[in-house]
């Protein structure tokens, strides 16, 4: 049985009140959940947060998924959009390499890519939620076009074309900042 099969039995055992259905499906999904959460958050207890309100919701509207998609990019998307909604509500502050210390950055290069961080972060949150999202999914999460294109349910060269976009407005937003 392959991963979508699987899903589609575990998801409809779910639906049904099946509580071990559920639990498989969390054993399956925790951890791809919690490293796209992690990689777009930068901290793994904002992630770790993340990753829990997204197993709710997920199972709260389990109802309305649509077995025609497969499940990973419905749970993926929802994923990615809680944690852009936690950077909207601005828990995320901290810059995404202020654990890894290699001995050779000093405090003021710290506070440098610390500010850099929150140049890169204002910038992408200035963006409407199409473009951040398939930057977020590229960049931050490294999804392939076709994998944007299934989380989101748009055409391939629809994801190019809001990518290329975006990237445009990412750069003037950061060389009008003084940043690029």
């Known amino acids: 049985m392959n991963n979508d099969s699987r899903d589609q039995a575990l998801v409809k055992r779910c639906q049904n009140g099946d509580r071990k259905a559920l639990e498989e499906l969390l054993g399956y999904y925790e951890k791809p959940i919690y490293n796209a959460a992690y990689r777009i958050l930068g901290n793994p207890d904002d992630a770790a947060d993340a990753t829990q309100v997204v197993f709710m919701k997920a199972f709260e509207h389990l109802g309305?998924?649509?077995?025609?998609?497969?499940f990973f990019s419905w749970i993926?998307?929802?994923?990615?959009?809680?944690?852009?909604?936690?950077l909207k509500r601005?828990?995320?502050q901290q810059p995404l390499d202020d654990t890894e210390v290699d001995g050779t950055r000093g405090p003021e290069a710290n506070v440098e890519a610390g500010d850099l961080h929150r140049e890169i972060q204002d910038g992408l949150m200035e963006l409407t939620e199409d473009y951040r999202t398939v930057i977020v999914l590229r960049h931050f999460s490294e999804c392939s076009y076709q994998q944007i294109s299934e989380i989101l349910?748009?055409?391939?060269?629809?994801?190019?074309?809001?990518?290329?976009?975006?990237?445009?407005?990412?750069?003037?937003?950061l060389q009008a900042r003084g940043v690029y």
Do not use: C
């Open 64 to 70: 309305q998924y649509d077995p025609q998609y497969r």
């Open 90 to 92: 601005g828990k995320n």
């Open 153 to 173: 349910q748009i055409p391939e060269k629809t994801v190019k074309s809001r990518l290329y976009s975006a990237r445009q407005m990412m750069k003037d937003t």
């Open 76 to 86: 993926y998307k929802i994923a990615v959009n809680e944690s852009i909604n936690q």
